[in-house]
């Protein structure tokens, strides 16, 4: 069983450029949570989809979207980006609704840099 | 506002000792309490997880432990190898499809 995979791997980007990064679940889970991860902070929740829905979001200004296709593929967004936007960005998927967000799958992220 | 505070940010130990991290929450409604484990250029993995029914829960090497009344869980990891060198990261969730909170993190070298 393929795990969650997080395309591209690498990116580079300028400020003030968006970017567009995408991430598969794990055949079956229908639930995709997205988190950024620095140095300094750790994992930081940026949102969470179910079934094509938003059913979480974390603390992170509008510039930070993200949606969730039919086939629980999921994409997520930074649009005018900043210095501080460098990080890697990690998306997990999780099996069911009942379970909630316990057990998460990761992928192994997208390292953005932003110049 | 950080919920979850874990220490040591970094850890080394001799091979074969044993390496001990720590965390502490605020948020009594967190009912789950797992570790992940993360090695460089990878994603995290779940290690192990424990809920506040139980005060210990043993799986391999790794042992939580868990305080409910100090709000306090660690991590132990026994005969430590360099193998086990790796971030690892507790958190905790209510229960029910809320985010998992994460702490910042210890990096751990196992040295031989």
């Known amino acids: 069983k393929a795990g969650v995979t997080q395309t591209p791997r690498y990116l580079i980007k300028t400020r003030g450029q968006q970017v567009t990064l995408s991430c598969s679940p794990i055949?079956?889970?229908?639930?995709v949570s997205w988190y950024q991860q620095t140095p300094g902070q750790g994992l930081q929740f940026l949102f969470e989809?179910?079934?094509?829905?938003?059913?979480n979001k974390g603390n992170f200004p509008g510039r930070f979207s993200g949606r969730q296709f039919s086939n629980s593929r999921s994409e997520m967004n930074v649009s005018t980006l900043e210095l501080g936007d460098s990080a890697l960005y990690l998306c997990?998927?999780?099996?069911?609704?009942?379970?909630?967000?316990?057990?998460?799958?990761f992928g192994s992220g997208t390292q953005l840099s932003v110049l | 506002q950080q919920q979850v505070k874990q220490s040591p940010q970094s850890l080394i130990v001799q091979k074969g000792g044993i390496s001990i991290i720590n965390c502490a929450y605020e948020n009594t409604a967190f009912d789950y309490f797992p570790w992940y484990q993360q090695f460089p250029g990878k994603g995290p993995a779940l290690l192990i997880a424990i809920r506040p029914d139980v005060s210990e829960k043993k799986e391999g090497r790794f042992t939580i432990s868990f305080n409910k009344s100090a709000k306090q869980f660690s991590l132990h990891i026994m005969d430590s190898q360099p193998g086990d060198s790796a971030t690892y990261f507790c958190a905790a969730s209510p229960s029910g499809n809320t985010p998992l909170v994460f702490g910042k993190g210890t990096r751990l070298s196992v040295i031989a």
């Open positions: 989809y179910f079934s094509e829905t938003q059913r």
């Open positions: 997990a998927s999780s099996l069911t609704r009942d379970r909630g967000l316990e057990k998460l799958f």
């Open positions: 055949s079956g889970h229908r639930s």
